[in-house]
């Protein structure tokens, strides 16, 4: 059986398979090695999943039909949360501690699950609050942005303070995109999704990730023969396995 | 369990979760419904993998770790089998009445493990021979296609008419992409790998191959409650389940 990796979000993990997606490049990436699991809620914050976690990720022995545990999970939450509590997306605001405290009951829940599995946790983006007055999402009577840098901020913090206290891996994605000019633009389609160039910062943070906990195209086993490999006065020789 | 859709074929399902590819259209179609998942293999033809097909598609019981039965598996061979036995790629080819009994035990064995299953058969792409030559893989000294649209319609007739011995769908794409004009470039790369546009074709048909089986956004059930579906007075109430 192919190993699995899951990645575990919100709506910039559900769209992650678009064109250009960092999922879809993933999936590419290891295309004969790992299968990648799309596991993306739009619109989620941490409070829902965690009242669901056994049927996103279902356990239960042999007999509920448990595979075997998968290489890595990407938790990638905390652009809903972060919605700020008096503005129109208030019903997906989750107070900065709780943040905290959900993603911590996240990454244990899959530790005691799984616990050879790499957990790597992902920033919320920065936000692009022009972007976001100029594409909302619902009615915005006040015309004040709904997400703003500053509490994405914070949330990114609390995720990477959650990352240490666990010791696990993190993407600071919050800090990374805004080392890079323009990145309010460049990598934002609407002050908060991600366009083809922020999609590919993920895909290759992932990627360093993934390989500095040791799972990489080097390491990893190829399913079956690649046809570089196979002896073309004998192709069937391969095949004998 | 989300339900899986296999994608089985050479490299152009291999490859269809690059930038604008089949598969990653797929996936992001899917994405609160059904985990598609790659089985391609670049080069292959329908030899090679008919020798490996347990470790393809593993099963063996609950001890085996077997799950649940696949909603579909695409199968996508052909294009390698049409190699030509005199020209450089000679390697790959695989007798026409060979590739059709070889068709015809992939899809008995699939029947034969998931009766419930549904089985969708692709046909090889048309072949844009100038592009073969202008980009080839491997050395050429002839300096003729290794393939030619000629032998690519015979193997199309012939997976035609395994899926209609077998009973199940097909996808002729060989025929459907030359409706188009300027098929040659607009839909291939090399002559023979899919260009955006060309893995659009293939997504489109098998979209509308499955609605055909039963399989769409309209029939099935979703992953967790979509966020419009979210009371956003009471968000938790949706996941009292």
Redesign the interface.
């Known amino acids: 059986?192919r190993p699995k990796i899951y990645l575990f979000g919100d709506s910039i993990t559900?769209?992650s398979?678009?064109?250009?997606?960092w999922?879809?490049?993933l999936?590419?990436h290891f295309?004969?090695t790992v299968?990648v699991?799309?596991?993306?809620?739009?619109?989620?914050n941490t409070?829902?999943?965690l009242?669901?976690l056994e049927?996103?990720f279902?356990g239960g022995g042999?007999?509920g039909?448990?595979?075997?545990p998968p290489l890595a999970v990407t938790i990638f939450f905390g652009a809903n949360d972060a919605c700020l509590p008096d503005r129109c997306s208030a019903?997906?605001h989750v107070p900065l501690d709780e943040y905290k405290q959900n993603l911590l009951s996240i990454v244990s829940f899959l530790k005691k699950r799984w616990p050879s599995t790499h957990i790597l946790l992902i920033t919320p983006p920065p936000i692009d609050e022009d972007g976001r007055l100029r594409f909302p999402y619902i009615d915005n009577p006040l015309n004040q942005p709904e997400r703003t840098n500053k509490a994405a901020g914070a949330y990114s913090e609390a995720c990477i303070s959650v990352a240490r206290e666990s010791g696990i891996p993190v993407i600071d994605l919050w800090t990374k995109m805004q080392q890079f000019p323009d990145w309010e633009k460049a990598f934002l389609r609407d002050g908060l999704h991600l366009c083809p160039r922020g999609n590919r910062v993920v895909f290759d943070e992932v990627v360093l990730k993934l390989k500095g906990e040791g799972l990489s195209l080097e390491t990893l086993p190829v399913?079956?023969p690649?046809?570089a490999d196979?002896d073309?006065?004998d192709?069937?020789k391969?095949?004998?396995?």
């Not at 398979?17 to 997606?21: A, H, I, L, R, T």
């Not at 391969?238 to 396995?241: L, T």
Request: proline share 6%; hydrophobic share 35%; charged share 30%.
């Open positions: 059986m559900e769209e398979f678009g064109d250009g997606g999922g879809a490049s999936a590419h295309s004969r299968d699991v799309l596991r993306g809620y739009s619109g989620y409070r829902w999943p009242k669901v049927r996103v279902p042999v007999e039909g448990e595979e075997e019903f997906q399913d079956l690649l046809i196979i073309t006065k192709p069937l391969a095949f004998q396995m």
